[in-house]
């Protein structure tokens, strides 16, 4: 059966309340459950179908351990998230840990993952058992920064409680939002007033993350950082090497002209300068023999 993507909201709205009106005891809870994956996905012929198979059985909103939250949260279906945190009985919790399967905050993880916007705005402020920013250690913050969905994540880092750290799961969010190359999100999280990401994080994976992309300006903004600066010859050099096989020049040279601890053109027994001639590079390739000459001149 083909999904039908533009389900209208208030047909999705009733099929849900259709669902959570059933009084009859749990006969088959398979039933239960692609009943709402259905009412999620908005596959109205299997909606349909399992709504005159099922209409002997109770949908409740925490079948399957509460599977349901997550997969409305998932695919960012707003209207059949609040439906369900607030079923008149058996209401799923937003914070996922009334379904003994799911892990705590599941479903915002989910939302965050898929920028879902006001799906994150629902789980935070349920009224009861809401879920908090920070779960799994700042997961949901980490996955939001890596799709670049700046305002989930300036969301989750303002929560009122349980707000996430910028510097959560020692700076992933950094590491995924420079890789992409998304430089309002990491100046966010570089200037966050409580518990900044650091510039120089994991050894400094989030420059090696972002040079191979040629992302000038993340760069830029990682080498500047007022506070724990990356170190452009950081890795032993791995960061000149990646952005030196990409063939991006500015990005080479902000590293080996940075005004303290300056990549080398030969690190890594000369790494960087292979990478670039075989990928053809030539104006790099110049670059690098030229620093390589200048410093051996310097020597000797």
Known sequence: MSPLPHLPSEVVADLVMWALRLEAPI???????????????????????????????????????????????????????????DAPQHAAHANCLN?????????LVEAARGGH?????????AHQHAAH??????????LAAVGGHLEVVRMLLDAPQHAAHADCLGGMALVGAAR???IELVRMLLDAPQHAAHADCQGGSALVRVVGGGHIAV???????????????????????????GGHIGVLRLL?????????????????????AAGGHTEVVSLLQD??????????
């Open 133 to 142: 920013a920070d779960c799994q250690d700042g997961m949901a913050l980490h």
């Open 256 to 276: 080996l002209d940075a005004p303290q601890h300056a990549a080398c053109a030969a690190c890594r027994c000369g790494a960087a300068l292979v990478g670039v």
């Open 27 to 85: 006969r088959d809870k398979t039933v239960v459950c692609r009943f709402w994956h259905s009412i999620v996905v908005r596959n109205l012929a299997e909606v349909l179908l399992l709504r005159e198979i099922g209409s002997k059985h109770d949908a409740h909103a925490v079948c399957q351990d509460g599977w349901a939250l997550v997969e409305a949260a998932f695919g960012g279906h707003v209207e059949a998230v609040r439906m369900v945190l």
């Open 99 to 107: 379904g003994r399967a799911l892990v705590d905050g599941m479903a």
């Open 180 to 182: 992409g190359g998304h």
């Open 291 to 300: 620093h390589i000459d200048g410093k051996t001149r310097r020597e000797h």
């Open 117 to 125: 916007m006001e799906v994150v705005r629902t789980l935070l402020n």
């Open 219 to 245: 760069v830029r903004l990682l080498l500047d950082a007022p506070q724990r600066a990356a170190h452009a010859d950081c890795r032993k050099g791995l960061a000149l090497v990646k952005a030196g096989e």
